[in-house]
């Protein structure tokens, strides 16, 4: 359930109307409802009650600094994947042993920054990044916190580009090899095991995939402390999906991925930590369009919206649904026509939904893309020299700009003509 509703015909993000919004800061935008980030949140608690546990936010589904201080001020940790997302975090106000540090590539520069102001743990991915890690503890004087992200092996069965957890992915080590990797973590200087670590993939909608994980989690943590290492937390990562398509059948709820965890994991006395991405913040935002132009073409309808794929890259990269609605409710018994939704953009990849039936609209009209909270404005860019769309925040009856849209000027200036040109 989210809190975009109509009211009177009229689409709302909680008591806002969204037509309001669309008059102040223009089109097109994001819109986020406070309550829904708030609700996902305590989903999550709820699923967990009665274990220790962290749930950490995937800053990457969503990195506005409004977005990360509501949820940290609701107790929420901060899963980060870079230096960039960690500087984020730091700024909403998360205080470091709330933030774990995720990611294949992590940099040297980005060990020292999260080392200096404080880090939970860092979830390591290959030998190459413990050697650095060691190295820069070790230099700095300092003990860095780790678990290993384990490969479990295991099919997540979601979309191709965000399955993590086979074999062939580049995430993780292997963990039949995590015994003998723990043994040599356990002798390298600057460095102190904390716990396991593992993430299967994004938009999951079948919880097994998960229990099989988790199981082999299980077994590992038994193995490891067999081995006489000490395995105080087990950090589960993220990928429960969501609803994209409301005539869909809905995927697992948490309350029952929280069972998955307590059935596989819960008898190990670890604390247990998790790193949602989407389902806090996905349905937790809108993206709103304007109609630009209808344009008639060969057995089909065009409706040209005002934003385009580098507004709201998912459906060109991962041929994503994203339920598309109009923002005044159409009368009932209005015969719907049937529309291409596509953006401006030179590439016949900018279309966003094909042969949607929808009542008619007009330029001028606004349509909202729902389910566009994650993975919408993080992987926003300036293609074809478009400005950045402003995001805001919508909490009760009060509306906030929490990313403004840069003007042209702000846009030209970061680039530079060399004097000798
Ligand atoms: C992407 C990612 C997440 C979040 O995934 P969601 O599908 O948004 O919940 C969590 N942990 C890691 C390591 C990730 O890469």
């Known amino acids: 359930m989210d809190h975009f509703l109509y009211r009177d015909g009229i689409l709302h993000a909680e008591d806002v109307a969204i037509p309001e919004i669309a008059a102040k800061v223009g089109t097109p935008f994001y819109a986020y409802s406070a309550a829904t980030l708030t609700r996902h949140i305590n989903l999550f608690h709820e699923a967990l009650d009665g274990m220790e546990h962290l749930v950490c936010f995937a800053v990457k589904s969503n990195s506005n600094l409004a977005v990360l201080k509501l949820l940290g001020d609701l107790g929420a940790g901060m899963d980060v994947v870079s230096g960039g997302e960690y500087r984020r975090a730091i700024a909403a106000g998360v205080p470091g042993n709330r933030i774990v540090f995720s990611g294949v590539g992590k940099t040297r520069d980005e060990m020292r920054l999260a080392l200096t102001h404080g880090i939970r743990q860092f979830n390591l991915e290959s030998e190459p990044e413990m050697l650095a890690l060691s190295a820069v503890a070790s230099e700095m004087g300092v003990t860095a916190p780790v678990t290993v992200r384990v490969n479990p092996d295991v099919d997540a069965k979601t979309h191709a580009k965000i399955a993590t957890g086979k074999s062939e992915n580049k995430f993780g080590i292997p963990i039949a090899r995590a015994r003998e990797v723990y043994g040599q973590i356990a002798t390298m200087p600057g460095l102190k095991i904390v716990g396991i670590d593992v993430h299967i993939g994004s938009q999951l909608t079948d919880l097994e995939p998960f229990r099989q994980a988790y199981e082999k989690v299980a077994a590992l943590t038994r193995q490891l402390r067999e081995d006489g290492h000490e395995i105080l937390r087990l950090d589960l990562g993220g990928g429960l999906g969501i609803p994209y398509e409301r005539s869909n059948d809905a995927p697992p709820l948490p309350i029952e991925y929280g069972q998955v965890i307590r059935e596989t994991v819960g008898d190990l006395g670890c604390e247990i930590e998790i790193e949602p991405g989407r389902l806090i913040s996905g349905n937790a935002g809108i993206m709103v369009t304007g109609v630009i132009y209808v344009k008639q073409g060969e057995g089909r309808n065009f409706l040209i919206v005002d934003s385009a794929m580098n507004d709201l890259v998912r459906p060109a990269m991962y041929e994503a649904h994203h339920d598309i609605v109009p923002v005044i ?66 909490m009760g009856d009060q509306f906030a700009v929490i990313r403004a849209r840069p003007t042209y000027e702000e846009m030209l200036e970061r680039d530079t003509i060399p004097a000798w040109l």
């Not at 949607?356 to 293609?383: I, N, Q, T």
Request: aromatic share 8%; hydrophobic share 40%.
């Open 329 to 394: 409710e159409s009368a009932p018994g209005v015969e719907q026509e049937r529309y291409d939704i596509v953006g401006p953009i030179c590439e016949t990849g900018d279309t966003f939904a094909k042969e949607r039936d929808l009542a008619p609209l007009a330029a001028g009209d606004l349509v909202a893309f729902r389910s566009a909270g994650a993975y919408g404005a993080v992987m926003a860019s300036e293609y074809n020299s478009r400005p950045l769309i402003p995001e805001v925040l919508v």
